[in-house]
Nanobody
Framework: QVQLVESGGGLVQAGESLRLSCAAS????????MGWYRQAPGKQRELVAT???????NYADSVKGRFTVSRENAKSTVYLQMNSLNAEDTAVYYC?????????????WGQGTQVTVSS
């Protein structure tokens, strides 16, 4: 089992920055993709950004150029640097990890951290 613990959420003004962190613990061997999803009130959970163990990254169009996902493999930690935040970024942000298990995989989620951007 893998546990994911997020930190770094909060309340900021539009235009400001925040950095989210997520540390994985437990049986972390085999984790390849880590990243972030978010869910705003009344909306479905959506991809924000992910990074694979080889360094490949993937971003939602709405955050490209503003958010940067990075990773410390040795610490099984993933970060999300969020710049130029706007009200549409307000959501609960969830850390995500995919672990390869034999010929299948398991997905893990953190408990979520609230990001609120006031305009």
């Amino acid at each position: 089992q893998v546990q994911l613990v997020e930190s770094g959420g909060g309340l900021v003004q539009a235009g400001e920055s925040l950095r989210l962190s997520c540390a994985a613990s437990g049986s972390t061997s085999g984790i390849n993709t880590m990243g972030w999803y978010r869910q705003a009130p009344g909306k479905q959970r959506e991809l924000v950004a992910t990074t694979a163990s080889g360094g490949t990254t993937n971003y939602a169009d709405s955050v490209k150029g503003r958010f940067t996902v990075s990773r410390e493999n040795a610490k099984s930690t993933v970060y999300l640097q969020m710049n130029s935040l706007n009200a549409e970024d307000t959501a609960v942000y969830y850390c995500y990890a995919r672990q390869t298990v034999q010929w299948s995989y398991r997905d893990y989620w953190g408990q979520g951290t609230q990001v609120t951007v006031s305009s």
